[in-house]
Protein backbone atom coordinates (compact mmCIF):
# COMPACT_ATOMS: atom_id res chain seq x y z
CA UNK A 1 0.00 0.00 0.00
CA UNK A 2 1.54 3.66 -0.74
CA UNK A 3 -0.21 7.09 -0.35
CA UNK A 4 1.69 9.55 -3.09
CA UNK A 5 1.64 12.85 -3.72
CA UNK A 6 2.58 14.16 -7.24
CA UNK A 7 3.58 17.81 -7.57
CA UNK A 8 4.58 20.67 -10.35
CA UNK A 9 7.77 21.77 -9.10
CA UNK A 10 7.49 24.77 -11.61
CA UNK A 11 4.83 27.19 -12.59
CA UNK A 12 2.44 24.61 -13.46
CA UNK A 13 2.36 22.40 -17.37
CA UNK A 14 5.27 19.94 -16.25
CA UNK A 15 3.65 17.20 -17.46
CA UNK A 16 2.15 15.49 -14.54
CA UNK A 17 -0.70 14.49 -16.43
CA UNK A 18 1.56 12.02 -18.10
CA UNK A 19 3.09 11.17 -14.63
CA UNK A 20 0.01 10.60 -13.08
CA UNK A 21 -1.46 8.65 -15.89
CA UNK A 22 1.59 6.14 -15.33
CA UNK A 23 1.33 6.28 -11.89
CA UNK A 24 -2.27 5.96 -11.95
CA UNK A 25 -1.90 2.44 -13.48
CA UNK A 26 -1.58 0.76 -10.13
CA UNK A 27 -3.82 3.57 -7.81
CA UNK A 28 -7.03 2.53 -6.75
CA UNK A 29 -8.13 5.91 -5.86
CA UNK A 30 -6.74 9.32 -7.98
CA UNK A 31 -7.65 12.24 -5.24
CA UNK A 32 -7.45 15.56 -7.74
CA UNK A 33 -7.13 18.10 -4.15
CA UNK A 34 -6.87 21.98 -5.73
CA UNK A 35 -7.66 23.96 -8.46
CA UNK A 36 -10.68 24.13 -10.70
CA UNK A 37 -10.65 24.58 -14.68
CA UNK A 38 -7.85 26.42 -14.92
CA UNK A 39 -5.41 23.50 -15.08
CA UNK A 40 -5.80 21.59 -18.17
CA UNK A 41 -4.16 18.02 -18.28
CA UNK A 42 -3.59 16.45 -21.78
CA UNK A 43 -3.20 12.51 -21.79
CA UNK A 44 -2.23 10.70 -25.30
CA UNK A 45 -3.19 6.76 -25.26
CA UNK A 46 -3.38 4.98 -28.49
CA UNK A 47 -3.11 7.84 -30.57
CA UNK A 48 -5.87 9.01 -28.90
CA UNK A 49 -5.58 12.99 -26.56
CA UNK A 50 -7.92 13.20 -24.37
CA UNK A 51 -7.80 16.57 -22.80
CA UNK A 52 -9.16 16.92 -19.33
CA UNK A 53 -9.52 20.03 -16.55
CA UNK A 54 -11.09 19.16 -13.58
CA UNK A 55 -11.57 14.81 -13.96
CA UNK A 56 -8.17 13.11 -13.09
CA UNK A 57 -7.00 10.90 -16.26
CA UNK A 58 -7.17 8.38 -13.46
CA UNK A 59 -10.51 7.97 -14.59
CA UNK A 60 -9.25 6.56 -18.38
CA UNK A 61 -8.45 2.82 -15.88
CA UNK A 62 -11.58 1.04 -15.64
CA UNK A 63 -10.15 0.28 -11.77
CA UNK A 64 -10.03 3.46 -10.92
CA UNK A 65 -11.92 5.61 -8.69
CA UNK A 66 -11.20 9.23 -9.86
CA UNK A 67 -12.41 11.74 -6.47
CA UNK A 68 -12.21 15.70 -7.05
CA UNK A 69 -11.37 16.88 -3.15
CA UNK A 70 -12.97 19.35 -1.01
CA UNK A 71 -9.88 22.05 -1.97
CA UNK A 72 -10.96 22.39 -5.29
CA UNK A 73 -13.46 24.66 -7.12
CA UNK A 74 -16.06 22.91 -9.13
CA UNK A 75 -17.41 24.27 -12.69
CA UNK A 76 -20.48 22.33 -12.81
CA UNK A 77 -21.07 22.92 -16.41
CA UNK A 78 -17.74 22.24 -17.72
CA UNK A 79 -17.59 18.57 -15.28
CA UNK A 80 -20.73 17.76 -17.18
CA UNK A 81 -19.27 18.44 -20.33
CA UNK A 82 -16.39 15.92 -19.89
CA UNK A 83 -18.15 13.65 -18.32
CA UNK A 84 -20.21 13.56 -21.60
CA UNK A 85 -16.79 14.08 -23.27
CA UNK A 86 -15.69 10.67 -22.00
CA UNK A 87 -19.11 8.86 -22.38
CA UNK A 88 -18.66 9.57 -25.56
CA UNK A 89 -15.84 8.00 -26.00
CA UNK A 90 -16.70 5.06 -24.21
CA UNK A 91 -14.96 5.36 -20.66
CA UNK A 92 -16.98 4.70 -17.86
CA UNK A 93 -18.07 7.73 -15.93
CA UNK A 94 -19.46 6.23 -12.35
CA UNK A 95 -16.52 6.13 -11.22
CA UNK A 96 -16.19 9.94 -10.38
CA UNK A 97 -16.81 11.33 -7.36
CA UNK A 98 -17.03 15.09 -6.31
CA UNK A 99 -16.63 16.51 -2.66
CA UNK A 100 -19.81 17.78 -0.95
CA UNK A 101 -17.46 20.50 0.09
CA UNK A 102 -15.99 21.39 -3.12
CA UNK A 103 -17.06 24.84 -3.55
CA UNK A 104 -18.87 25.98 -6.71
CA UNK A 105 -18.03 28.12 -9.63
CA UNK A 106 -21.06 30.65 -10.80
CA UNK A 107 -21.51 32.55 -13.84
CA UNK A 108 -20.67 36.18 -11.53
CA UNK A 109 -17.21 34.23 -10.66
CA UNK A 110 -16.14 34.24 -14.27
CA UNK A 111 -18.00 37.67 -15.07
CA UNK A 112 -16.45 39.14 -11.99
CA UNK A 113 -13.09 38.04 -12.50
CA UNK A 114 -12.99 39.56 -16.28
CA UNK A 115 -13.98 42.91 -15.16
CA UNK A 116 -11.13 43.28 -12.51
CA UNK A 117 -8.30 42.09 -14.67
CA UNK A 118 -9.62 44.72 -17.07
CA UNK A 119 -9.68 47.03 -14.32
CA UNK A 120 -6.16 45.62 -12.87
CA UNK A 121 -4.58 47.13 -16.34
CA UNK A 122 -0.57 47.01 -16.22
CA UNK A 123 -1.39 45.32 -13.31
CA UNK A 124 -3.17 41.96 -13.97
CA UNK A 125 -2.06 38.85 -12.98
CA UNK A 126 -2.96 37.58 -16.17
CA UNK A 127 -5.16 34.26 -14.82
CA UNK A 128 -7.13 31.48 -16.84
CA UNK A 129 -10.10 33.63 -16.48
CA UNK A 130 -12.19 31.11 -15.48
CA UNK A 131 -12.92 32.32 -12.34
CA UNK A 132 -10.99 30.30 -10.31
CA UNK A 133 -9.70 33.46 -7.86
CA UNK A 134 -13.16 34.53 -7.24
CA UNK A 135 -14.50 31.61 -6.42
CA UNK A 136 -11.67 30.82 -3.80
CA UNK A 137 -12.26 34.55 -2.45
CA UNK A 138 -16.22 33.70 -1.78
CA UNK A 139 -14.96 30.36 0.00
CA UNK A 140 -12.74 32.39 2.17
CA UNK A 141 -15.58 35.36 2.48
CA UNK A 142 -17.60 32.80 3.59
CA UNK A 143 -20.33 32.89 0.80
CA UNK A 144 -19.20 30.54 -1.34
CA UNK A 145 -21.96 27.90 -2.43
CA UNK A 146 -20.61 24.31 -2.00
CA UNK A 147 -21.36 21.15 -3.72
CA UNK A 148 -23.21 20.38 -0.71
CA UNK A 149 -25.67 23.60 -1.04
CA UNK A 150 -26.47 22.60 -4.51
CA UNK A 151 -27.69 19.67 -3.59
CA UNK A 152 -30.35 20.95 -1.32
CA UNK A 153 -33.33 20.90 -3.45
CA UNK A 154 -35.04 23.38 -0.86
CA UNK A 155 -32.90 25.87 0.14
CA UNK A 156 -30.86 25.86 -3.15
CA UNK A 157 -33.27 28.48 -5.19
CA UNK A 158 -33.28 30.87 -2.14
CA UNK A 159 -29.32 30.84 -1.83
CA UNK A 160 -28.58 30.93 -5.28
CA UNK A 161 -31.26 33.95 -5.27
CA UNK A 162 -29.58 35.34 -2.72
CA UNK A 163 -26.16 35.30 -4.19
CA UNK A 164 -26.90 36.65 -7.43
CA UNK A 165 -28.47 40.07 -6.33
CA UNK A 166 -25.37 40.37 -4.25
CA UNK A 167 -22.97 39.96 -6.90
CA UNK A 168 -25.43 42.13 -9.29
CA UNK A 169 -25.08 44.77 -6.84
CA UNK A 170 -21.24 44.48 -7.52
CA UNK A 171 -21.86 43.93 -11.02
CA UNK A 172 -23.82 46.94 -11.72
CA UNK A 173 -22.44 49.53 -8.75
CA UNK A 174 -18.57 48.64 -9.65
CA UNK A 175 -18.16 47.83 -12.68
CA UNK A 176 -21.31 49.37 -14.72
CA UNK A 177 -21.93 46.02 -16.20
CA UNK A 178 -25.31 44.24 -16.77
CA UNK A 179 -27.05 41.95 -13.90
CA UNK A 180 -27.74 38.77 -14.26
CA UNK A 181 -30.90 37.39 -13.86
CA UNK A 182 -31.04 35.25 -11.03
CA UNK A 183 -34.16 32.57 -11.89
CA UNK A 184 -32.24 31.88 -15.33
CA UNK A 185 -29.24 31.29 -13.02
CA UNK A 186 -31.68 29.08 -10.43
CA UNK A 187 -32.64 27.08 -13.28
CA UNK A 188 -29.57 25.86 -14.98
CA UNK A 189 -27.68 24.93 -11.36
CA UNK A 190 -30.80 23.04 -10.63
CA UNK A 191 -30.73 20.94 -13.61
CA UNK A 192 -26.76 21.21 -13.35
CA UNK A 193 -27.33 20.00 -9.40
CA UNK A 194 -29.68 16.46 -10.90
CA UNK A 195 -26.76 15.60 -12.93
CA UNK A 196 -24.53 15.55 -10.84
CA UNK A 197 -25.89 14.27 -7.18
CA UNK A 198 -25.22 10.73 -8.05
CA UNK A 199 -21.16 11.45 -7.85
CA UNK A 200 -21.18 13.87 -4.91
CA UNK A 201 -20.13 12.45 -1.46
CA UNK A 202 -18.30 12.94 2.00
CA UNK A 203 -14.73 12.60 0.13
CA UNK A 204 -12.99 12.50 3.22
CA UNK A 205 -14.92 9.92 4.69
CA UNK A 206 -14.56 8.34 1.59
CA UNK A 207 -10.88 8.41 1.41
CA UNK A 208 -10.84 7.26 4.80
CA UNK A 209 -12.15 4.17 4.21
CA UNK A 210 -9.79 3.51 1.56
CA UNK A 211 -6.77 3.99 3.55
CA UNK A 212 -8.25 1.49 6.45
CA UNK A 213 -8.84 -0.67 3.32
CA UNK A 214 -4.56 -0.67 2.06
CA UNK A 215 -5.90 0.82 -0.54
CA UNK A 216 -3.31 2.95 -3.18
CA UNK A 217 -4.17 6.69 -3.24
CA UNK A 218 -2.70 9.13 -5.83
CA UNK A 219 -3.01 12.66 -4.33
CA UNK A 220 -3.05 14.77 -7.73
CA UNK A 221 -1.94 18.37 -7.72
CA UNK A 222 -2.92 20.78 -10.04
CA UNK A 223 -0.52 23.89 -11.64
CA UNK A 224 2.34 23.99 -9.58
CA UNK A 225 4.69 25.18 -6.50
CA UNK A 226 5.80 28.47 -7.77
CA UNK A 227 1.85 29.55 -8.37
CA UNK A 228 1.36 28.14 -4.89
CA UNK A 229 -1.14 31.32 -3.05
CA UNK A 230 1.26 30.93 0.13
CA UNK A 231 4.63 29.91 -1.53
CA UNK A 232 4.71 30.67 -4.93
CA UNK A 233 5.56 34.14 -6.78
CA UNK A 234 2.56 36.07 -5.33
CA UNK A 235 0.53 37.92 -6.63
CA UNK A 236 1.22 36.13 -9.75
CA UNK A 237 0.07 33.03 -8.41
CA UNK A 238 -3.38 30.99 -8.42
CA UNK A 239 -5.76 31.35 -5.44
CA UNK A 240 -5.31 27.55 -4.04
CA UNK A 241 -2.74 25.30 -2.58
CA UNK A 242 -0.81 23.66 -5.50
CA UNK A 243 2.28 22.40 -3.27
CA UNK A 244 2.24 18.88 -1.58
CA UNK A 245 0.90 20.60 1.81
CA UNK A 246 -2.01 21.62 0.02
CA UNK A 247 -3.16 17.15 -0.30
CA UNK A 248 -3.71 16.76 2.93
CA UNK A 249 -6.28 20.17 3.44
CA UNK A 250 -7.56 19.52 -0.21
CA UNK A 251 -8.29 15.83 0.17
CA UNK A 252 -9.24 15.97 4.06
CA UNK A 253 -6.53 13.58 5.28
CA UNK A 254 -3.93 13.94 7.44
CA UNK A 255 -0.08 14.34 6.77
CA UNK A 256 0.97 10.71 8.38
CA UNK A 257 -0.93 8.79 5.60
CA UNK A 258 1.05 10.20 3.39
CA UNK A 259 4.26 7.60 1.86
CA UNK A 260 5.77 9.41 -1.34
CA UNK A 261 6.01 12.62 -2.35
CA UNK A 262 6.93 12.98 -6.22
CA UNK A 263 7.69 16.07 -8.14
CA UNK A 264 7.48 16.45 -11.80
CA UNK A 265 9.79 18.84 -13.66
CA UNK A 266 10.16 20.03 -17.45
CA UNK A 267 14.06 19.42 -18.84
CA UNK A 268 13.40 23.20 -19.21
CA UNK A 269 10.86 25.86 -17.67
CA UNK A 270 7.98 27.04 -18.92
CA UNK A 271 5.46 29.69 -17.52
CA UNK A 272 1.77 31.16 -18.39
CA UNK A 273 0.64 34.73 -17.45
CA UNK A 274 2.54 37.47 -16.29
CA UNK A 275 5.12 37.70 -13.61
CA UNK A 276 8.23 37.73 -13.22
CA UNK A 277 10.85 34.54 -14.50
CA UNK A 278 14.46 34.80 -14.28
CA UNK A 279 15.42 32.54 -16.90
CA UNK A 280 13.23 33.47 -19.18
CA UNK A 281 14.40 33.37 -23.21
CA UNK A 282 13.04 35.79 -25.64
CA UNK A 283 15.57 34.97 -28.11
CA UNK A 284 15.77 31.65 -31.19
CA UNK A 285 16.50 29.19 -28.40
CA UNK A 286 13.17 30.22 -26.66
CA UNK A 287 11.44 29.75 -29.59
CA UNK A 288 12.76 26.39 -30.68
CA UNK A 289 11.73 25.42 -26.44
CA UNK A 290 7.99 26.81 -27.65
CA UNK A 291 8.16 25.11 -30.95
CA UNK A 292 9.80 21.44 -29.79
CA UNK A 293 7.72 21.29 -26.64
CA UNK A 294 4.21 22.16 -28.03
CA UNK A 295 4.36 24.96 -25.33
CA UNK A 296 0.80 26.25 -25.56
CA UNK A 297 -1.58 26.69 -22.67
CA UNK A 298 -4.00 23.64 -22.66
CA UNK A 299 -6.67 25.48 -21.12
CA UNK A 300 -6.29 29.14 -22.56
CA UNK A 301 -4.32 28.21 -25.80
CA UNK A 302 -2.09 31.22 -24.68
CA UNK A 303 1.79 30.56 -26.20
CA UNK A 304 3.66 29.71 -22.68
CA UNK A 305 6.72 31.61 -22.06
CA UNK A 306 9.72 29.32 -22.10
CA UNK A 307 13.38 29.41 -20.70
CA UNK A 308 16.42 27.25 -19.61
CA UNK A 309 16.05 25.13 -16.12
CA UNK A 310 16.18 26.77 -12.61
CA UNK A 311 17.98 25.28 -9.77
CA UNK A 312 17.37 27.69 -7.55
CA UNK A 313 13.69 26.87 -8.27
CA UNK A 314 14.51 23.44 -8.50
CA UNK A 315 16.07 23.28 -4.43
CA UNK A 316 13.28 26.03 -3.64
CA UNK A 317 10.56 23.07 -4.97
CA UNK A 318 12.38 20.24 -3.49
CA UNK A 319 12.44 21.75 0.22
CA UNK A 320 8.73 23.37 0.12
CA UNK A 321 7.11 20.26 -1.25
CA UNK A 322 9.57 17.38 0.57
CA UNK A 323 10.01 15.84 -2.53
CA UNK A 324 11.02 12.05 -1.84
CA UNK A 325 11.86 11.95 -5.82
CA UNK A 326 11.69 13.57 -9.20
CA UNK A 327 10.56 12.68 -12.67
CA UNK A 328 12.12 15.27 -16.02
CA UNK A 329 9.72 15.82 -18.31
CA UNK A 330 10.21 16.68 -21.74
CA UNK A 331 14.18 16.06 -22.27
CA UNK A 332 13.70 15.37 -25.35
CA UNK A 333 12.74 18.97 -26.25
CA UNK A 334 16.83 19.73 -25.94
CA UNK A 335 17.69 16.77 -28.79
CA UNK A 336 18.79 19.42 -30.82
CA UNK A 337 20.92 21.87 -29.11
CA UNK A 338 24.71 22.37 -29.12
CA UNK A 339 25.04 23.49 -25.31
CA UNK A 340 22.44 24.08 -22.26
CA UNK A 341 22.05 26.60 -19.88
CA UNK A 342 21.28 25.58 -16.03
CA UNK A 343 20.73 28.47 -13.77
CA UNK A 344 22.51 27.56 -10.55
CA UNK A 345 22.20 30.63 -8.64
CA UNK A 346 21.16 34.19 -9.37
CA UNK A 347 22.58 38.01 -8.77
CA UNK A 348 20.39 39.71 -6.92
CA UNK A 349 21.07 43.99 -6.37
CA UNK A 350 25.35 42.41 -6.66
CA UNK A 351 24.92 39.88 -4.84
CA UNK A 352 24.97 36.07 -5.40
CA UNK A 353 21.97 34.17 -4.00
CA UNK A 354 21.48 30.46 -4.26
CA UNK A 355 18.07 30.19 -2.25
CA UNK A 356 14.61 31.33 -3.62
CA UNK A 357 13.47 34.92 -2.62
CA UNK A 358 10.36 35.30 -1.36
CA UNK A 359 9.74 38.59 -2.44
CA UNK A 360 8.61 38.61 -5.81
CA UNK A 361 9.55 42.14 -6.39
CA UNK A 362 13.68 40.70 -5.22
CA UNK A 363 12.97 37.63 -7.44
CA UNK A 364 12.08 40.50 -10.10
CA UNK A 365 15.42 41.54 -10.38
CA UNK A 366 17.13 37.91 -10.26
CA UNK A 367 19.51 37.65 -13.22
CA UNK A 368 20.44 34.15 -13.23
CA UNK A 369 23.95 32.42 -13.03
CA UNK A 370 24.22 29.58 -15.48
CA UNK A 371 26.70 26.49 -15.85
CA UNK A 372 26.53 25.63 -19.85
CA UNK A 373 26.55 21.56 -20.28
CA UNK A 374 27.05 20.18 -23.60
CA UNK A 375 24.26 19.32 -25.82
CA UNK A 376 23.64 15.96 -27.62
CA UNK A 377 22.16 16.63 -30.84
CA UNK A 378 20.56 13.69 -31.13
CA UNK A 379 17.14 12.36 -30.45
CA UNK A 380 16.57 10.22 -27.02
CA UNK A 381 12.62 9.57 -28.31
CA UNK A 382 12.88 6.30 -28.66
CA UNK A 383 15.08 5.72 -25.66
CA UNK A 384 13.36 2.98 -22.52
CA UNK A 385 16.76 2.78 -20.66
CA UNK A 386 19.35 5.83 -18.85
CA UNK A 387 22.18 3.32 -20.79
CA UNK A 388 19.83 4.46 -24.43
CA UNK A 389 20.92 8.08 -23.48
CA UNK A 390 23.70 9.92 -25.26
CA UNK A 391 26.53 10.09 -22.39
CA UNK A 392 25.75 14.06 -22.48
CA UNK A 393 22.16 13.55 -21.58
CA UNK A 394 22.91 11.53 -18.98
CA UNK A 395 25.13 14.01 -17.30
CA UNK A 396 22.76 16.70 -17.53
CA UNK A 397 20.28 14.76 -15.69
CA UNK A 398 23.08 13.82 -12.96
CA UNK A 399 23.90 17.59 -13.04
CA UNK A 400 20.00 18.17 -12.42
CA UNK A 401 19.89 15.62 -9.54
CA UNK A 402 23.21 16.90 -7.56
CA UNK A 403 22.36 20.65 -7.54
CA UNK A 404 19.06 20.07 -6.08
CA UNK A 405 19.87 16.68 -4.10
CA UNK A 406 16.40 14.70 -5.06
CA UNK A 407 16.82 11.37 -7.23
CA UNK A 408 15.12 11.19 -10.76
CA UNK A 409 12.98 8.35 -10.83
CA UNK A 410 11.15 8.82 -13.97
CA UNK A 411 12.81 10.62 -17.47
CA UNK A 412 10.10 11.45 -19.91
CA UNK A 413 10.96 11.83 -23.82
CA UNK A 414 7.54 12.21 -24.92
CA UNK A 415 4.10 12.64 -24.64
CA UNK A 416 3.25 8.76 -25.15
CA UNK A 417 3.06 5.99 -22.35
CA UNK A 418 5.70 3.66 -23.57
CA UNK A 419 8.47 7.43 -24.12
CA UNK A 420 9.31 6.82 -21.03
CA UNK A 421 12.80 5.39 -19.01
CA UNK A 422 11.97 4.02 -15.37
CA UNK A 423 15.27 4.58 -13.41
CA UNK A 424 13.90 3.32 -10.11
CA UNK A 425 10.31 2.89 -8.54
CA UNK A 426 9.40 6.25 -7.84
CA UNK A 427 6.95 4.44 -4.94
CA UNK A 428 8.47 1.56 -3.70
CA UNK A 429 11.96 2.12 -4.78
CA UNK A 430 14.20 3.44 -1.08
CA UNK A 431 12.41 6.14 0.55
CA UNK A 432 15.02 9.26 0.50
CA UNK A 433 12.50 12.50 2.00
CA UNK A 434 14.90 15.64 3.04
CA UNK A 435 16.88 13.86 6.09
CA UNK A 436 18.03 11.54 4.06
CA UNK A 437 20.04 12.74 1.06
P1 LIG B 1 -5.88 31.50 -12.29
O1 LIG B 1 -5.50 30.19 -11.69
O2 LIG B 1 -6.81 31.37 -13.46
O3 LIG B 1 -6.34 32.46 -11.25
O4 LIG B 1 -4.55 32.15 -12.90
C1 LIG B 1 -3.50 32.61 -12.08
C2 LIG B 1 -2.14 32.35 -12.71
O5 LIG B 1 -1.91 30.94 -12.71
C3 LIG B 1 -2.00 32.79 -14.17
O6 LIG B 1 -0.67 33.16 -14.40
C4 LIG B 1 -2.30 31.50 -14.95
O7 LIG B 1 -1.72 31.53 -16.22
C5 LIG B 1 -1.65 30.49 -14.05
N1 LIG B 1 -2.23 29.16 -14.18
C6 LIG B 1 -3.40 28.73 -13.66
N2 LIG B 1 -3.59 27.42 -13.96
C7 LIG B 1 -2.51 27.03 -14.65
C8 LIG B 1 -2.11 25.76 -15.18
O8 LIG B 1 -2.78 24.73 -15.07
N3 LIG B 1 -0.91 25.75 -15.83
C9 LIG B 1 -0.13 26.85 -15.93
N4 LIG B 1 -0.47 28.05 -15.44
C10 LIG B 1 -1.65 28.13 -14.80
MG1 LIG C 1 -1.48 22.15 -17.72
Known amino acids: MANVIVIGTQWGDEGKGKITDLLS ?10 GGINAGHTVVVNDR ?5 LIPSGILYPQTDCIIGSGTVVDPKVVLQELDQLKELGVSTDRLYIAETAHVTMPY ?3 LEQAAETQRAEHKIGTTGRGIGPTYADKSERVGIRMLDLMDREMLPKRLRWAVEQKNIVLEKLYDLPPLNPDEVIEQYQIYAE ?23 LFEGAQGTLLDLDHGTYPYVTSSN ?5 ACIGAGVGPTVIDRIIGVSKAYTTRVGEGPFPTELNDRVGDLLGDRGAEFGTTTGRKRRCGWFDGVIGRYAVRINGLDCLAVTKLDVLDELPEIQVCIAYELDGKIVRDFPSDSRAFARCKPIYETLPGWRSSTKDCRA ?13 FLEDMMSVPIAIVSLGASRGQTIIVEDPIHGPKRGLLNV
Open 25 to 34: RSADIVVRYQ
Open 49 to 53: TFKLH
Open 109 to 111: HRV
Open 195 to 217: RLRPHVIDASLVIDRAIKERRNI
Open 242 to 246: PVSGG
Open 386 to 398: LADLPSEARTYLK
